[in-house]
């Protein structure tokens, strides 16, 4: 027992005790205000570094890529590309160490902005149809995503949240399908006509309608609405089961609802990760382009 | 007349009984289900069966190796040559045994026919629910034993081998008509029963697992309904109470609240309601309204208990004898809740039966390897004795309860000045010195000044009964040889030797009364107090100090925690949070005002109360420690003060602290040493932390991030807190769980997959598993797709690689162990990319400034 005990200590190295004594008294910040903005100041000072160096240094013939202060500016632009394309390989090797991907995330988003400077000093302000300006805007396009991507992650997460109530998305899903068993018996004593609506709204799939209408929130098509409205309207032999299969229908809404949320806020915190990597492949493949044709063509 | 009757056949009663038959001896196996060993019986189907302790030998003429249920209750009952058609019978060869089976017998008395044997009488003490005692005399008599039946049948035998293990009988129904034969009180396939009205009685676990299985399938047109006697779910798991409403809702079954039966006749029942009697169709009814232990009957045979304590067992001598003559315990009943054990002793108890007591006990090797390395040439008896003798709470124990102890304890030896152990490692085993002497770094800057304890005494009892770490490093002052007593056993110790638990506590109590006080302390200043004080269990929410009230009592914490709060605006609001270790109550003591507020248990726990005039007098005797005192309570009155100025200006903040810190509380991180807290303002839902833990942890999440409950934004996952006193260690058979260097309580690879930790904790946090094959690298993944990618795979992808491997691994308990031994701490902290997640301690986190600051 207690050479299992040392065993264990053995592997766990010095410092886990301190570590954990830090950890336990943290408390929660986050990625933007982390260590107090460090990778703000850091961002800030790389830029003004660029813009100064720029202003000052004369560059021959004019500023652009091939001076030497313009490959200096490529070469860490460059550097930056591919660290911050690290950040999804990090994302999912958890190796052991003292990292936390809330610091990567931190750095990740301010040097990601500060490339918007370096870049763009990069390039000397000359824009052409080729695969150099394709490369650049590339570069942009990813950073514009990135910017939706942290308004998203900075505004989203109370809705998401409070939608939520507590539940579970499998328990919003099993809540949904216990009322589904309540309308189908309350269903029972219903008309043809009253009863066809409650089986359409039963029958459809609680995911259906695009990715427009996950997005937005707004099913047009959605047959519950539809029998609520339709039994309104169709007027019945059995009011008193028509009252409960309405008020079934209506509980049924509102699970639709909650989950209908949730899965709208998750495409909003999710969707522009869909343009955000796939740009950065294309954005990797167009600087090895970039990188090669400048030395071939030297 | 048999010469033997051997009572329950799970595996120590099958052992003792092919034993018997092997030698051939007069026996006779009693069994009261209809097939061999109930408890493995009603094992899951297909359920792997492990056979632990891996070093303890097998010595039994029944076989017994880890294989699935089916096989094992094949094998057993091919050798005791029993038909059962619902076991599978096993092929192949096995040697069997003319042994002597009885079904259906069911034993509710044994009584001795002999003499009465002068002075042997046994007292029961019984306790009412009131809290009053009556104490029952029994006479005991000799041998030969009337075995009586609950059919009537009577038998004989000289001896008797109790090993009807611990299960006991369920309650009975006590109504009218409750002895008719549709009333029964086990359900073992609800599919089996079509068309009828069926009465569960009981919402407990179990009740409401039977009602929801009968009315599962509207196929098998079953009215079910369920009776509850009050409106709550007190004894039920919280994801069966929600399920059964949702049925309840659904119109699947009736939950009758308030409701309990008065009469059962063939084909109606009677119920008393809120609303008056009511009578109802009922076919069938199924009582579950829990189990009684069989200390009852047990103790009616004239078998004493070690002691009141519920966790207490039978007093045994070193042949399983118990205090009534000729009557042996062995099994789980004695303690011993291990297959492997339950047959060993079963082989056992028939040599010594047979004549045979110079026989060791197969445990012989394991503690003898304890002793192997220690200077002095002992052999296996000597060190036990020395180790009772030397060690005064071990004075109590008999030969065989130390053999049993020192399965869960370690001896070791120490060169003068070794480290025994740190400051601030966590630990909960309490060591005795057996010889030679220690020395406690008292002070943590100047480690020359120490305090000595010697031979005889204890140590590390703060940790054993507060569950908190070390409180300062201790060495050895010369060659020492100490006994480390693992918590578990420490606490079977207590409850076996009740004068071994009264000197741990006074123990106690006077070196946390030196610790606390500290500055040049000696015991002779505390005796009065530690003479004085009183211990005292507080439940949860209990309080012990009344805000307005004018006692002058002191109380420090001995374990759990408390909060404290005040009526403010005619509000409670919650001033702090108390962990253990700290004391309270002495502003009323020190300046003879009314409690200016109120302190009530977080959690059960305990206190030790020490009378305010004593704690006085110790302050007038040591003006340093009155200056300490002072400045303690001028602490706490800023914080209180600072609390109250807020209420005034910032009235919704400390609502807001107030709430947060009771929720908190309510969710169990009163007992927490390090608890997962997610702030949903930053959680972005991507269950990255979720993933990290599968990846770092054999590809199983420990933790589910979306259940669990939330206030204020502030959500607790389902994960481990790391309790102070884990109620998940309670009942582990092979004692599995422990607290590892890192203060993790984690699973060991022993565990044998009982699932009584995943009922035990109360948070849900525990999973069963099995552990999956290896997925391919992340590189692999990224650049081809194989594999399923980061984070647990699914369920059908872990079912499709391990049958690809071969045979599927056995499920296991598995829960977070705090990413022990891994370098940067907890994954899914690490693995959060927005800093929504954080794994904190209550003491540090319950504060003002961290549960209302603001996160953007
Ligand atoms: C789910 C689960 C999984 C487990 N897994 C393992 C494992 O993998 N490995 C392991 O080593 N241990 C395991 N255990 C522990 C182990 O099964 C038990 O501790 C062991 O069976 C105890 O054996 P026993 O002979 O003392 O009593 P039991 O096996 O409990 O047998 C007692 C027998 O006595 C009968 N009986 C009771 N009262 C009377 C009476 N008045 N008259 C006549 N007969 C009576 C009962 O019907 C029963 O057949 C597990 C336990 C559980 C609950
Ligand atoms: C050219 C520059 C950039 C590159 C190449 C880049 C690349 C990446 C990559 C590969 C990921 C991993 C996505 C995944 O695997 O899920 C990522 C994530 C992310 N990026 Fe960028 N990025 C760039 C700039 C930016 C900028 C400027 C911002 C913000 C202003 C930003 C914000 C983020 C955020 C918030 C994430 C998500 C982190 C997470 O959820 O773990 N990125 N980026
Ligand atoms: S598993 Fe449960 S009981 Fe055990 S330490 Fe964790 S939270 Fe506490
Ligand atoms: S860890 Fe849990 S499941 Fe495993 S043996 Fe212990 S109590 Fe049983």
């Known amino acids: ?298 | 007349m048999y010469k033997v009757a051997i009572i329950g056949s799970g595996p120590a009663g099958i052992s003792a009984a092919a034993h018997a038959a092997a030698l051939g001896m007069s026996h006779v196996l009693l069994e009261k289900t209809d097939h061999l060993s109930d408890t493995i019986f009603k094992y899951q189907k297909g359920k792997h069966v492990m056979a632990t302790p891996a070093n303890l030998v097998l010595r039994s003429d029944i076989a017994f190796e880890a294989g699935k249920r089916e096989t094992i209750l094949g094998i057993w009952n091919r050798q005791l040559r029993v038909e059962n058609p619902l076991v599978p019978r096993h092929e192949g060869p096995v040697s069997d045994f003319p042994v002597n089976v009885k079904f259906h017998a069911e034993v509710k008395a044994i009584r001795g026919t002999g003499d009465p044997i002068p002075g042997s009488v046994q007292q029961i003490v019984t306790r009412a629910r009131d809290g009053s005692r009556s104490v029952k005399e029994i006479q005991r008599h000799a041998p030969p034993y009337a075995i009586e039946l609950t059919n009537g049948e009577v038998v004989m035998a000289e001896n008797v081998i109790l090993a009807i293990g611990t299960q006991g009988n369920p309650n009975r129904l006590r109504c009218p008509g409750a002895d008719l034969p549709h009333v029964q009180y086990q359900l073992d396939d609800p599919t089996e029963y079509v068309d009828e009205h069926i009465i569960v009685i009981g919402t407990g676990d179990a009740g409401i697992e039977n009602a929801r299985g009968l009315a599962e399938d509207p196929a098998q047109r079953n009215t079910v309904s369920i009776l509850n006697r009050g409106t709550e779910f007190p004894t039920a798991k919280d994801a069966n109470v929600k399920a059964l409403l949702a049925d309840h809702e659904a119109g699947k079954l009736t939950i009758r609240f308030e409701s309990e039966t008065k009469a059962i006749e063939p084909g109606w029942i009677t119920l008393a309601t809120r609303d008056g009697e009511v009578r109802i169709r009922c076919d069938r009814v199924i009582a579950r309204i829990g189990s009684a232990p069989p200390r009852a009957f047990v103790e009616e045979c004239g078998i004493e208990f070690t002691s009141e304590d519920r966790g207490a067992f039978p007093k045994l001598s070193p042949v399983f004898e118990s205090t009534a003559p000729g009557i042996f315990v062995i099994g789980a009943l004695a303690g011993y809740p291990l297959i492997k054990h339950c047959m060993n002793q079963g082989y056992d108890v028939i040599e010594f039966i047979n004549g045979n007591t110079a026989l060791k006990p197969a445990d012989e090797p394991i503690i003898a390897a304890k002793f192997a390395g220690l200077p002095g040439k002992r052999s296996t008896e000597e060190w036990l004795e020395f180790l009772r003798a030397n060690v005064s709470i071990l004075n109590g124990m008999n030969p065989l309860q130390m053999r049993e102890f020192m399965l869960d304890s370690e001896v070791r030896f120490f060169r003068a000045g070794e480290v025994i152990f740190e400051r601030n490692a966590p630990g909960s085993s309490l060591f005795g010195i057996a010889s030679g002497s220690v020395a406690v770094e008292v002070n943590p800057a100047d480690p020359s000044i120490t305090v000595p304890i010697g031979t005889g005494s204890i140590f590390g009892e703060v940790g054993l009964i507060s569950g908190r770490r070390r409180g300062a490093t201790i060495r050895a002052a010369e060659d020492t040889i100490v006994v480390e007593i693992s918590r578990l056993a420490a606490l079977k110790l207590q409850s076996q030797v009740p004068a071994a638990k009264k000197t741990i506590e006074q123990i106690s109590i006077e070196r946390q009364l030196l610790q606390m006080f500290g500055s040049g302390l000696t015991p002779e200043d505390v005796a009065p107090l530690v003479a004085a004080a009183r211990v005292e269990e507080k439940r949860a929410g209990e309080v012990v100090i009344a805000e307005g009230a004018e006692d002058k009592d002191v109380f420090i914490i001995r374990r759990g925690s408390m909060i404290v709060e005040k009526q403010i605006g005619g509000r409670p609001v919650f001033l702090s949070y108390l962990p253990a270790g700290s004391y309270f109550g002495e502003m009323a003591a020190i300046d003879g005002s009314a409690r200016t507020a109120t302190v009530k248990a977080a959690i059960k726990s305990e206190v030790i109360r020490l009378p305010g005039e004593g704690f006085l007098a110790l302050l007038d005797k040591r003006p340093a420690l009155r200056e300490r005192a002072l400045k303690d309570m001028a602490a706490r009155r800023a914080t209180n003060a600072f609390i109250e100025s807020r209420k005034d200006s910032f009235s919704s903040a400390v609502d807001l602290y107030s709430e947060t810190a009771q929720f908190l509380v309510d969710n169990g991180i009163g007992e927490a040493t390090d608890v997962l807290l997610i702030n949903e303002t930053l959680c972005i839902g991507c269950d990255n932390c979720e993933r990290a833990c599968a990846d770092s942890h054999d590809g199983l999440s420990r933790l589910d991030r979306e259940a669990g409950r939330t206030y204020a934004h502030l959500h607790v996952p389902t994960s481990c807190r790391h309790c102070e006193h884990p109620h998940c260690m309670a009942d582990c058979p092979p004692n599995a769980i422990k607290r590892g260097p890192d203060g993790e309580v984690f699973i060991d690879e022993t565990c044998i997959g009982c699932g009584n930790c995943q009922r035990n904790c109360p948070y849900g946090v525990i999973r069963m598993d099995a552990k999956p094959p290896k997925k391919p690298s992340l590189l692999q993944w990224m650049l081809f797709g194989k594999g399923p990618g980061p984070g647990e795979a699914p369920y059908a992808w872990r079912k499709k690689a391990a049958e690809k491997e071969g045979a599927q691994k056995a499920k296991q308990a598995i829960k977070c162990d705090m990413c022990s031994g891994i370098d940067g701490g907890p994954a899914c902290v690490r693995a959060c990319p927005t800093g929504a997640a954080i794994r904190v301690s209550p003491d540090k986190f319950l504060t003002f400034t961290k549960l209302t600051e603001d996160v953007e």
């Open chain 1, 1 to 298: 027992m207690a050479s299992a005990a040392k065993q264990r200590r053995a592997q766990a190295g010095p410092g886990r005790f301190s570590q954990d004594e830090r950890r336990r008294d943290s408390d929660h910040v986050s990625f933007l205000k982390h260590r107090r903005f460090r990778w703000l100041w850091i961002a800030l000072g790389l830029s003004a570094a660029a813009i100064i160096g720029y202003a000052l240094i004369d560059q021959e013939p004019r500023p652009n890529g091939g001076s030497w202060y313009g490959y200096t500016l490529g070469t860490i632009g460059l550097a930056l590309i591919v660290w911050l394309s690290l950040l999804g390989v990090r994302k999912r090797r958890i190796t052991p160490g003292a990292w936390s991907l809330k610091a990567w995330t931190s750095a990740h988003v301010y040097l990601g902005l500060a490339l918007i400077v370096i870049g763009t000093l990069h390039t000397g302000f000359q824009i052409g149809w080729n695969v150099h300006t394709l490369a650049y805007v590339l570069m942009l396009l990813v950073i514009a995503s990135g910017i939706y991507g942290v308004i998203a992650y900075a505004t989203l997460p109370p809705a998401l949240s409070a939608n939520r109530r507590e539940m579970t998305r499998a328990q919003m899903l099993e809540a949904l399908g216990a009322i589904d068993r309540q309308l189908e018996a309350a269903a029972q004593p219903l008309g043809r006509a009253e009863a066809d609506l409650v089986i359409a709204a039963l029958g459809q799939d609680p995911f259906a309608g695009g990715p427009l209408a996950r997005l937005t929130g707004r099913y047009p098509f959605c047959a519950t609405a539809r029998a609520l409205k339709g039994l309104d309207q169709v007027g019945s032999a059995d009011p008193g089961a028509a009252e409960r299969v309405r008020a079934l229908l209506e509980k049924r809404r509102e699970q639709l609802a909650q989950i209908r949320g949730a899965l709208r806020i998750r495409a909003l915190l999710e969707i522009w990760l869909f343009v955000h990597v796939p740009l950065t492949i294309a954005l990797l493949a167009a600087l090895t382009a970039h990188v090669i044709s400048v030395f071939y063509y030297w």
